[in-house]
């Protein structure tokens, strides 16, 4: 496709469980995103892709998160044994590489509820 | 630093009316400042943005005014529509291991009324 796809758009768990987010990223694009936007919140960033270098893991809340990229491709954000306050909208994000462009391109992004 | 402070939280302006957006930086290393827009049920899409060696930058009824001294930098919405009204957020970021690592402000609701 020509944009990011993310699944599932919509979530709910229950508290306690295993969730996987998935991110598509735009075909060619060397670095991913996860974002996390709370409600009335800005975007906080969890962690960030870039081709076969090391991802950068400094904005995961906890080690409950984690993410992989298969292949420098697909996107996978797991959070193990969800929490209330994980409920959110998880935003993948992804854009080509080289300094001169700097945009990022949004999935839509999957809406996070435990209950 | 790496926080970037926005405001107001929130704006309601008149159709044909200019919106006035700030943020404020701290990290001097910040290189980029681009602003998003959202709308409902969709991810941010990059509006317009600017680098520190330009004061303004303008796209259309959109207009970014940098100071560098002062590390702030805001959008202005000229002759604002209702088809406008979203919610917008300023953001900055930097090179380096985190190259192109967004740090976002908190968002603006904008609504402009007909």
């Known amino acids: 496709g020509a944009g990011v796809s993310q699944s599932p758009s919509n979530k709910v768990t229950e508290k306690g469980k295993d969730v996987e987010l998935r991110c598509d990223p735009i075909s060619g694009h060397t670095a991913l995103y996860w974002y996390r936007q709370s409600l009335g919140q800005g975007l906080e960033f969890l962690i960030y892709?870039?081709?076969?270098?090391?991802?950068?893991k400094s904005g995961l809340p906890s080690d409950r998160f984690s993410a992989e990229r298969t292949g420098g491709s697909v996107s996978t954000l797991t959070i193990q044994r969800t929490q209330q306050e994980d409920s959110a909208v998880y935003l993948c994000?992804?854009?080509?590489?080289?300094?001169?462009?700097?945009?990022?391109?949004f999935g839509s992004g999957t809406r996070l509820t435990v209950v | 630093q790496q926080q970037v402070k926005q405001s107001p939280q929130s704006l309601i302006v008149q159709k044909g009316g200019i919106s006035i957006i700030n943020c404020a930086y701290e990290n001097t290393a910040f290189d980029y400042f681009p602003w998003y827009q959202q709308f409902p049920g969709k991810g941010p899409a990059l509006l317009i943005a600017i680098r520190p060696d330009v004061s303004e930058k303008k796209e259309g009824r959109f207009t970014i005014s940098f100071n560098k001294s002062a590390k702030q930098f805001s959008l202005h919405i000229m002759d604002s529509q209702p088809g406008d009204s979203a919610t917008y957020f300023c953001?900055?970021?930097?090179?380096?291991?985190?190259?192109?690592?967004?740090?976002f402000g908190q968002g603006t609701i904008l609504t402009v009324h007909p």
């Open positions: 994000a992804s854009r080509p590489r080289g300094p001169s462009d700097y945009g990022y391109t």
């Open positions: 953001a900055a970021s930097t090179g380096g291991t985190s190259y192109g690592k967004l740090t």
């Open positions: 892709f870039q081709g076969n270098s090391a991802p950068d």
